[in-house]
Structure formats: structure tokens, C-alpha cells
């Protein structure tokens, strides 16, 4: 997902940089490892999974929707 993080806010089309987006995603996780590195010794394993595998399976279906639904509409635009 990260590889193509440049490619998805390019594709997006946002009025900020795509390359800035793209560091400000690797920062993000960077602070994110470093805040998560305690709290991995206080949560069981489990929990650890199962959390980390709902926010990952919601954000690819978030992801997956924008996606389709913007082919879709190009189709569908340019078919008529």
C-alpha cells in the first residue's frame, strides 16, 4: 500500500504535492512505530492482530470503493 502512495495521491489528484503526501505518509508511520513499540509489550498478540487487521481490511475497502466507483464513472462517462 505504501509503494503506491505517491501513485494514489497523483491519481487523486489533491491540491497539496503528491511527494509531500507521500513523506508525510512515511513520517506518519515512523511516529507510529515509535509510539507503538511500548504499548506492544501491555497488549496481548491477539488483540494486536485482530485490531491491526480491522483498520487494514477498512481501509482497502475505502480504498477499493474510490477506486471503483471513479472507474465507473469515467466508464460510464465516456460510453455515452
Known amino acids: 500500500m505504501t509503494y503506491y502512495s505517491l501513485d494514489i495521491f497523483i491519481e487523486s ?6 511527494y ?11 511516529i507510529g512505530y ?3 513499540t511500548p ?6 498478540k491477539k488483540v494486536q492482530f485482530a485490531l491491526s487487521g480491522s483498520i487494514m481490511v ?4 475505502i480504498l477499493g470503493f474510490c477506486l471503483y466507483f471513479k472507474v465507473s464513472v469515467l466508464f460510464f462517462k465516456n460510453t455515452w
Not at 13 to 18: A, E, H, T, W, Y
Not at 39 to 44: E, F, G, K, P, S
Not at 58 to 61: E, N, Q, R, T
Open 13 to 18: 489528484k489533491v491540491d497539496i504535492n503528491p
Open 34 to 36: 515509535a509510539l507503538s
Open 20 to 30: 509531500i503526501m507521500a513523506i508525510l505518509v512515511q513520517g506518519s508511520f515512523t
Open 39 to 44: 504499548l506492544m509489550d501491555r497488549m496481548r
Open 58 to 61: 477498512v481501509s482497502y475497502l
